[in-house]
């Protein structure tokens, strides 16, 4: 990890690039895995719907996990796999979510692999199942705005959700499960590199949503995973800024247009072409004078 290490946007030849030809579903472990742990995990009030998206040979996106405010706000995570390493973009809502995430993973890991969870910020619905994921050694990156967050809650951050969705303690335990919040083990404040085998991923800030937004760029694969900064058939959530802050939004989306994108995962609704990001930018071009 580099935290000082700027990044350089990646123009590089397409056709050297593409992804590799799809495999079919059948001999996908992460896909037949994520049907047998859903399965298994039945009808837990904390799951869910989730559905895996194979977005290229080891590039997954993980979307509609279970979300508080109901199944059409349900959240996105991702997992890329790389020769000697796993990372996984957010972590959704709930402890069970962690788990789907963590047992489908497990499905293709050799248990060598260097191990990594990125937040895209420090809203509940992306990091509160963080402890599945510390508990097992994962080193656990954010900005150093969420990190400052995610360290002083003290359970306070579940007792809030729980009390919102009109819950009482005990339904908020058996939906959320043992939530615990924590400091990360690596911060950044700016663009960083995540060096991984050669294969880096790139870690944007991209404050709009709110200042601690991070969006993870796999050049390799030419996947977006764009946290809150982007979303699909949902209105993006701006409550958390004035117009300075969604002129920002904005600026951050233009920047973000200048890569060689082939998916976008929004951090709520489906993967996405590129044009998500000029959808999102229109949106919030009405909202600003
Ligand atoms: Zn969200």
Redesign the pocket.
Known sequence: MAPHHRVTFVMACASLLLPTPARSQAEDTVLAAARSVKRAYGEHPGLGDPTVHRIADGVYAITDLF?SRGPL?G?SAGIVFRENAVVFIDCGMSIVSSQFLWEIASARMTGNEDLYLIL??H?S??VFGMRVFADRGVTVIAHEIAAAELSDDDGYYKAFITEQSGWTRERGDSILGDVVLMTPTQVIGKDSVLQLDGAALHLLVTPG?VPDELAVYDPTSKTLFA??AIYESRTP?TRFGGPAEWLTWIRQLERLQQLEIGTVVP??GKPSSKDLIDRNISYLQTLVP
């Open positions: 979300h706000a959240v895209t910020h809203h619905d992306h949503h946290g809150d959530a951090g709520h």
